[in-house]
């Protein structure tokens, strides 16, 4: 037999679980078992303990486990979860294609020197899955075909496959069966052309892809340009403090996801979903964009901390979907000591990484906008002349106005209206006023002032500025402090 | 003398005045008036400063805007304004050398708010300085605040009222208004209550390099005979003789 197409290696993951696993990613004691039309269709092993059998009807279920827990089953979230874990996947290969329902094809023979190794690959796909909460059956072969059949069967040596666990319709099974013939050995020694004269030519167009007589071309996945993730409880959670294990495993999917692509986020936002509620959601907002877990979590436990209107929760989504390369910033060979800045100022990496955490856990526990930098604004107006900016960047240097009048430290809010006692200008005390006037006058675009600013002394000897407008009201609008 | 110079030297006594001073080199006030009475010459780089006082407009930011100004040139580590009464303004700041690239100001909410973000800011070693304008703040709070300050190499300085007889604070400094009605600059009156290495200092008086405490002449006229307009108007019109303002010093 001809193996043109051998010099390949496959790997396929096998899902077998899937159709549960969707539903039971968090551990558990309990039976769980998938149905359709009332009929069990998938279960966990706890359910076969309890002696269920597929096929049987769900009331004859609740008869052997009154713990049981029921799902319909739910092909479009399997197919939803299969094209996240091929995302997962894609940190191992960028050959990843996804085969229906419930099996991922690998091309990993050119990582094989990055991970130092078929058993690495493995290894780590073991624990990477372990970690998600999901279970995967491993075939390795030539062919993508003979990858999966030898994660179905667990077999490495391909031609004893009996012929029921192929990949092909049930009658041509069936058909072959009644030939008395069992495995693929038996198969491949029949005449190929009589083979297609009983059962077609599909089927040896599939003897010939999975020996790798013939060209299998597959459709690898694209990077997926958002991140979604979910996790459905059991039972209800009514504590939400307790959300923070979940929380946990799926920013750590997030970040293998950042890593795998070489990109950051600086947003991302949590959904806590009950079917008997509408949904809660909350964004976590960062200064910079990160992939730090553990920032990411910090800032999560923030953010839940806050939540109070939320009281039971069965499913936990975490989703991103704006991201940004890394700039590849080599190491710091002195990491954390000071250096010199161009502009003469001492910093540090660390000192940046610092000040971005800070950035970002208060806001994440006070909300974006009790947290901001100031900058003088070019008008001349005084409670125009300075802006809020929401995180000012670091270095950029303004220009010194040269304004030669005096200003004060703060500015009130608004102008305070000032009374004249006894022929005084009077704030809890007589004002003296001292300098002035200086007049602005300005805005007639947006709305004019016409303002005399003075500065007053008051009679326990504070500074003040104040103004008369052109209605002779004094005002009084800062303070020199 | 001579005795009590070489018994010192045998015995290995220090004067309390001289602990840490060589060894912790402040950060100049801009005032030597001020620096001579400081602990290491100068500002402490960290530890909780409390400056006590009544009355806002008296000078209490304009003592601390030199150093400031210091601060946000030679370290790209911020500033932070917690909670302050009023709008810091940005024009004056600026005036002053502050870069206010290094400035950020958060508004908590509540006071417990004010601490944690004291807490958070002092520990992160992302700030050269934290001022703060806490409502209330108790004594075991405060002694939180001058750890997490010792360990973030932050200066945190806590702008209280003068009510407060005592508090862990490392250095405490009442201030008072000093302006002067004949002195040109103005000025604010600093008495040390509570320093490392000495004793409660006498009130002596710091003067401000401006001219804000200057009178322009007289403006008397201006509130005689008040809500009525001729001589208001009049004055508005006349050209008031004004003294050319200097260019703000330093």
């Given at each position: 037999m001809k193996q043109k197409y051998c010099k390949d290696l496959w790997l396929c993951l096998h899902f077998q679980q899937l159709p549960v696993e969707i539903f039971t990613r968090e551990q558990t004691e309990k039976p769980v078992v998938v149905g359709m039309k009332q009929r069990i269709v998938h279960m966990n092993h706890v359910a076969s303990e309890a002696g269920i059998r597929i096929g049987s009807s769900v009331d004859a279920a609740y008869?052997?486990?009154?713990?049981?827990?029921?799902f319909e089953r739910n092909e479009e979230k399997e197919l939803e979860t299969l094209k996240n874990l091929a995302q997962w996947a894609y940190q191992f290969t960028p050959n990843v294609s996804i085969r229906a329902p419930a099996s991922l094809q690998l091309d990993i023979n050119s990582s094989l020197k990055l991970f130092d190794g078929i058993g690495n690959i493995k290894t780590k796909i073991h624990q990477g899955l372990e970690r998600l909460g999901y279970s995967a059956a491993l075939g390795l072969h030539q062919t993508p075909l003979a990858a999966l059949v030898a994660a179905k069967t667990g077999n490495s040596v391909l031609l004893e496959t009996p012929v029921n666990e192929l990949d092909i319709e049930q009658h041509i099974i069936d058909g072959l069966h009644r030939m008395g013939i069992h495995s693929l050995t038996d198969v491949l020694d029949l005449p190929q052309g009589g083979l297609a004269r009983r059962f077609g030519a599909s089927f040896i167009d599939y003897l010939q892809r999975?020996?790798?007589e013939k060209a299998d071309p597959q459709q690898f996945i694209s990077e997926q340009p958002k991140f979604s993730s979910e996790i459905t409880f059991l039972s209800d959670v009514t504590n939400l403090e307790s959300l923070v294990f979940p929380i946990r495993r799926l920013l750590k999917e997030l970040c293998d996801f950042l890593i795998a692509r070489q990109l950051k986020i600086n947003h991302f936002t949590f959904r806590l979903a009950h079917r008997g509620h509408s949904p809660r959601s909350f964004s976590i907002h960062l200064a910079e964009p990160e992939s730090d877990a553990a920032m990411f979590l910090l800032l999560s436990q923030?953010?839940?901390?806050?939540?109070n209107d939320v009281q039971e929760v069965d499913s936990l989504t975490l989703s991103a979907n704006r991201f940004f390369p890394t700039t590849s910033l080599s190491g710091d060979l002195f990491h954390g000591t000071r250096f010199q800045q161009k502009d003469?100022?001492?910093t540090s990496l660390a000192d940046l990484e610092n000040s971005n955490r800070l950035f970002n856990v208060l806001r994440a526990r006070l909300g974006p906008d009790a947290c901001f930098g100031l900058a003088e604004a070019n008008d001349h107006r005084p409670e125009k002349a300075w802006k809020t900016v929401s995180q000012n960047a670091q270095?950029?240097?303004?220009?010194v106005s040269s304004n030669e009048n005096a200003r004060p430290m703060f500015l009130l809010p608004k102008p305070r209206r000032l009374r004249l006692h006894d022929g005084h200008l009077w704030f809890n005390g007589a004002l003296q006023v001292l300098q002035g006037p200086e007049r602005i006058?300005?805005?007639?675009?947006?709305?004019?002032?016409?303002?005399d600013y003075f500065v007053a002394r008051h009679s326990t000897s504070g500074l003040y500025w104040v103004f008369q407008d052109q209605r002779q009201q004094w005002f009084l609008h800062g303070i020199f402090s | 003398m001579g005795d009590l110079e070489s018994l010192m030297k045998k015995s290995g006594l220090w004067r309390a005045s001289s602990i840490d001073c060589e060894f912790r080199q402040g950060l100049p006030s801009g005032f030597p008036l001020l620096d001579n009475h400081l602990p290491g010459s100068g500002w402490p780089v960290d530890g909780v400063t409390e400056l006590l006082h009544d009355q806002y407009g008296i000078g209490e930011l304009r003592l601390l805007s030199p150093a400031l100004a210091r601060l946000s040139q030679e370290q790209s580590r911020r500033i932070l304004l917690v909670s302050p009464p009023f709008i810091p303004y940005p024009p004056a700041l600026q005036a002053c050398g502050v870069d206010l690239s290094t400035l950020l100001i958060v508004q908590p909410k509540s006071d417990q708010d004010i601490l944690w973000v004291l807490e958070q800011a002092l520990g992160s070693k992302s700030c050269s300085a934290v001022l703060a304008w806490p409502q209330t703040i108790l004594d075991k709070q405060i002694r939180r605040l001058q750890i997490a300050s010792k360990e973030g190499n932050t200066w945190n300085i806590l702008f209280r009222k003068t009510n407060v007889r005592s508090s862990p604070a490392e250095l405490r400094i009442h201030l008072s208004a000093g302006n002067a009605p004949l002195s040109f600059h103005s000025a604010i009156n600093v008495k040390i209550l509570k320093r490392r290495g000495g004793w409660e200092s006498t009130t002596f008086r710091v003067d401000f390099d401006d001219n804000l405490n200057q009178q322009t002449p007289d403006f008397s006229e201006l509130f005689v005979n008040p809500p009525v307009n001729n001589n208001e108007t009049k004055i508005l019109q006349r050209p008031v003789a004004l003294p050319s303002f200097p260019a703000t010093a330093g």
């Amino acid at each position: 037999m001809k193996q043109k197409y051998c010099k390949d290696l496959w790997l396929c993951l096998h899902f077998q679980q899937l159709p549960v696993e969707i539903f039971t990613r968090e551990q558990t004691e309990k039976p769980v078992v998938v149905g359709m039309k009332q009929r069990i269709v998938h279960m966990n092993h706890v359910a076969s303990e309890a002696g269920i059998r597929i096929g049987s009807s769900v009331d004859a279920a609740y008869i052997l486990a009154s713990n049981l827990i029921y799902f319909e089953r739910n092909e479009e979230k399997e197919l939803e979860t299969l094209k996240n874990l091929a995302q997962w996947a894609y940190q191992f290969t960028p050959n990843v294609s996804i085969r229906a329902p419930a099996s991922l094809q690998l091309d990993i023979n050119s990582s094989l020197k990055l991970f130092d190794g078929i058993g690495n690959i493995k290894t780590k796909i073991h624990q990477g899955l372990e970690r998600l909460g999901y279970s995967a059956a491993l075939g390795l072969h030539q062919t993508p075909l003979a990858a999966l059949v030898a994660a179905k069967t667990g077999n490495s040596v391909l031609l004893e496959t009996p012929v029921n666990e192929l990949d092909i319709e049930q009658h041509i099974i069936d058909g072959l069966h009644r030939m008395g013939i069992h495995s693929l050995t038996d198969v491949l020694d029949l005449p190929q052309g009589g083979l297609a004269r009983r059962f077609g030519a599909s089927f040896i167009d599939y003897l010939q892809r999975l020996m790798g007589e013939k060209a299998d071309p597959q459709q690898f996945i694209s990077e997926q340009p958002k991140f979604s993730s979910e996790i459905t409880f059991l039972s209800d959670v009514t504590n939400l403090e307790s959300l923070v294990f979940p929380i946990r495993r799926l920013l750590k999917e997030l970040c293998d996801f950042l890593i795998a692509r070489q990109l950051k986020i600086n947003h991302f936002t949590f959904r806590l979903a009950h079917r008997g509620h509408s949904p809660r959601s909350f964004s976590i907002h960062l200064a910079e964009p990160e992939s730090d877990a553990a920032m990411f979590l910090l800032l999560s436990q923030l953010q839940l901390e806050k939540i109070n209107d939320v009281q039971e929760v069965d499913s936990l989504t975490l989703s991103a979907n704006r991201f940004f390369p890394t700039t590849s910033l080599s190491g710091d060979l002195f990491h954390g000591t000071r250096f010199q800045q161009k502009d003469g100022r001492t910093t540090s990496l660390a000192d940046l990484e610092n000040s971005n955490r800070l950035f970002n856990v208060l806001r994440a526990r006070l909300g974006p906008d009790a947290c901001f930098g100031l900058a003088e604004a070019n008008d001349h107006r005084p409670e125009k002349a300075w802006k809020t900016v929401s995180q000012n960047a670091q270095g950029k240097r303004q220009e010194v106005s040269s304004n030669e009048n005096a200003r004060p430290m703060f500015l009130l809010p608004k102008p305070r209206r000032l009374r004249l006692h006894d022929g005084h200008l009077w704030f809890n005390g007589a004002l003296q006023v001292l300098q002035g006037p200086e007049r602005i006058d300005y805005g007639w675009w947006d709305y004019n002032i016409c303002r005399d600013y003075f500065v007053a002394r008051h009679s326990t000897s504070g500074l003040y500025w104040v103004f008369q407008d052109q209605r002779q009201q004094w005002f009084l609008h800062g303070i020199f402090s | 003398m001579g005795d009590l110079e070489s018994l010192m030297k045998k015995s290995g006594l220090w004067r309390a005045s001289s602990i840490d001073c060589e060894f912790r080199q402040g950060l100049p006030s801009g005032f030597p008036l001020l620096d001579n009475h400081l602990p290491g010459s100068g500002w402490p780089v960290d530890g909780v400063t409390e400056l006590l006082h009544d009355q806002y407009g008296i000078g209490e930011l304009r003592l601390l805007s030199p150093a400031l100004a210091r601060l946000s040139q030679e370290q790209s580590r911020r500033i932070l304004l917690v909670s302050p009464p009023f709008i810091p303004y940005p024009p004056a700041l600026q005036a002053c050398g502050v870069d206010l690239s290094t400035l950020l100001i958060v508004q908590p909410k509540s006071d417990q708010d004010i601490l944690w973000v004291l807490e958070q800011a002092l520990g992160s070693k992302s700030c050269s300085a934290v001022l703060a304008w806490p409502q209330t703040i108790l004594d075991k709070q405060i002694r939180r605040l001058q750890i997490a300050s010792k360990e973030g190499n932050t200066w945190n300085i806590l702008f209280r009222k003068t009510n407060v007889r005592s508090s862990p604070a490392e250095l405490r400094i009442h201030l008072s208004a000093g302006n002067a009605p004949l002195s040109f600059h103005s000025a604010i009156n600093v008495k040390i209550l509570k320093r490392r290495g000495g004793w409660e200092s006498t009130t002596f008086r710091v003067d401000f390099d401006d001219n804000l405490n200057q009178q322009t002449p007289d403006f008397s006229e201006l509130f005689v005979n008040p809500p009525v307009n001729n001589n208001e108007t009049k004055i508005l019109q006349r050209p008031v003789a004004l003294p050319s303002f200097p260019a703000t010093a330093g």
